[in-house]
């Protein structure tokens, strides 16, 4: 409503203007239309969102991988060496090392070439190809999240 419009104008079958000339909504969808900054998810900080899922992910490996060194060691083929308990024990180290790399971009490749590593480490023993294929899934999962948050 203007200041020259009579009040039984408005009613008339005009929308109302608020206090700043807009009509009731209308800021809040140019705010949606704006999407907060151009940040489609609403995070505040979304790169930091991504990289703390991504770092809970890498730690959850490093525990199943810890889990995992039990049916590692008692599934051994008979007199088998310990190298896959030491690989398991390198990996767990590997998994929360990269977990601090996620800030810089190259450590994400590095995360990403450690499930196919992981993987790769199948023909070793069977529970890293299962480690691999579930995790390998999941770093998919978080790579396609980081790539739709972060726009």
Do not use: C
Not at 36 to 59: F, H, I, Y
């Amino acid at each position: 409503m203007t200041e020259h419009s009579h009040p039984s104008e408005a009613a008339a079958g005009s929308t109302p203007e608020g206090p700043a000339g807009h009509k009731p909504g209308e800021a809040r969808e140019r705010d949606l239309q704006l999407n907060l900054g151009g940040k489609p998810s609403g995070l505040r900080n979304p790169n930091r969102a991504v990289r703390g899922l991504a770092a809970g992910t890498l730690v959850l490996e490093a525990l199943v991988l810890l889990l995992a060194l039990m049916p590692i060691w008692v599934l051994r083929p008979p007199g088998g060496s310990m190298a896959a308990v030491t690989v398991a024990l390198i990996a767990v180290v590997v998994a929360v090392a990269l977990s601090a790399t996620l800030r810089f971009p190259w450590g994400w490749w590095a995360v990403s070439a450690f499930q196919v590593v992981l993987l790769l480490l199948g023909f070793l023993h069977w529970a890293f190809a299962v480690v691999g294929v579930v995790f390998g899934l999941t770093w998919a999962y978080v790579l396609h999240v980081r790539r739709t948050v972060s726009r």
